[in-house]
């Protein structure tokens, strides 16, 4: 297995840089992993390919408005910040962008609180200490993050969040979750489907293709995750009873199987809070997730390497070639696949 097995070409075209409207109307492709049989459908048409007793499990991670926009004291040089992750009240982890930002520069935050950078951690990242705590200030100084494939700006932030997303602590939306709508959700519940919530926060590095020939090689990015008690307990009934588990994007599938693996035996998973580092690839043999609604990932990604584990590579390139010739949507904008 190498890397460049998980490669393949896109053209730029393909890329969604806008998101559907509405959010239920995006296209789904459904995969049948035992079959390899492919369907064309729809999001609002899920429910055609889900049974009574099926419970779809929700990321309800909130994206930060982590994206700052600053000055060099004294100079004015332009700065971007990212906030990547909170190591005290006071200090962050960040991706930055601007000339000459060494240890020791003092930023001014548009709006906001002054900034020392306290250390260069390696390319763009350095840790940075704001003046004061600056969380409650991030709804009136931060802006949303958008991947760095999408160009165009959104005139309402909320697109990039799921409609149930509460949960403040990503640097990016779990996609996935972008189709549903609080009817789709309904008419599911309606027919006796079952939903329970957990927590991933998305980092970054989710999109960062991986670069050692040997996938082994790479270093996956931890990632926070929590499991509630209640929630443990619906997925345990729901595999007792003969249910299925559907992840709604891959954070949920990895929590999930996360909160497996710390199991250990005994019951499908337990409650669980703390860093996933989990690395899900061809191999892997999955303990909780039966299904799995997702989007289309980018080429070298962990993400692609999760789902080529979930059906196997030749589905899922079999797939993205069919996806290409009929046309749908890639990356978070872009369509779903229902993987079953």
Known sequence: MKTSDF?????????????????????????????GSIEHSNIRSIGDFLTSGDLLVLNETRVLPARLFAKKIPTGGKVE??????????????IVRGKGLRTGIQLLVNNG????ILAELGEARRLIKFDYPIDVLLDQIGNVPLPPYIKKPISDPERYQTIYANQPGSAAAPTAGLHFTNKLIDDLKNNLIQFCTLT???????????????PWDHEIHS???????????????????????IAVGTSSVRTLENAAVENGIGEYIRSFEGYTDLFILPGYQFRV?????????????????????FANREQIFNAYKTAMECNYRFYSFGDAMFIA
């Not at 393949?8 to 995006?26: F, G, K, M, N, V």
């Not at 980018?298 to 390497?305: A, D, N």
């Open 7 to 35: 490669n393949y070409e896109l053209p730029p075209e393909y890329i969604a840089q806008t998101p559907i409207e509405p959010r239920d109307s995006a296209r789904m492709m459904v995969l049948n992993r035992v079959t």
């Open 81 to 94: 910040i990212l906030l990547l992750k909170k190591v005290e009240v006071q200090i962050w982890e960040c």
């Open 113 to 116: 609180p002054e900034a020392n």
């Open 200 to 214: 991933l926060h998305i980092g970054l590095d989710t999109f960062k293709p991986v670069t050692e020939e040997d």
């Open 223 to 245: 990632e926070w995750c929590s499991i509630t008690q209640q929630t443990a307990q619906s997925i345990n009934e729901t595999k007792r009873n003969g249910g299925r588990i």
């Open 289 to 309: 997730v039966d299904g799995m609604v997702t989007n289309f990932h980018l080429p070298q990604s962990t993400l692609i390497m999760l789902v080529s584990a």
